[in-house]
């Protein structure tokens, strides 16, 4: 399967997850099994796309452009990674837990059309073997 293919795939799981996440929270009182099992479905389809998204950088840009592509890469995950769960916990306050997770399910809908509008290089996936 190609990187991008995956990423698509993964981000599907991202935007599913926390859909089903907002449907529970809005029917009522989740079973704590629901709960469990959604967040680590979430947490699997999180560690997916981290790696996909970082082995699919090589075949976005060119090779001198690599190290700075990498470093906004990593800079831009760490950025979401202290402020994404600040914002959350805002939009949860402000808009009761279902609001805050359909925010959350808009968001990651916008995201996921970034992979399917990416220029990839499908020859240069294969020889990679990386």
């Known amino acids: 399967m190609d990187r991008r293919r995956l990423l698509l795939i ?3 799981g991202l935007v599913a997850v926390p859909a089903a996440l907002c449907a529970a929270a809005l029917a009522g ?3 704590l099994a629901l709960l469990y099992v959604l967040g ?3 947490a699997g389809f999180g560690a997916l796309q981290n790696v996909a998204r970082s082995a699919i950088v ?3 840009v060119a090779r001198e452009q690599m190290p700075a592509a990498l470093a ?3 800079g831009l995950y760490q950025l979401t990674m ?3 769960p600040g914002l959350g916990g805002l939009l949860i306050a402000a808009a ?3 609001g805050g997770l359909a925010c959350v399910v808009a968001a990651l809908l916008v995201a996921a059309a970034f992979p399917a509008l990416a220029r990839y290089d499908k020859e240069a996936a294969l020889a990679d073997p990386a």
């Open 10 to 12: 993964d981000q599907i």
């Open 29 to 31: 009182s989740p079973p």
């Open 72 to 74: 906004m890469n990593f």
């Open 96 to 98: 009761v837990l279902s």
């Open 58 to 60: 090589p075949n976005l």
């Open 40 to 42: 680590g479905l979430l």
């Open 82 to 84: 202290v402020i994404g």
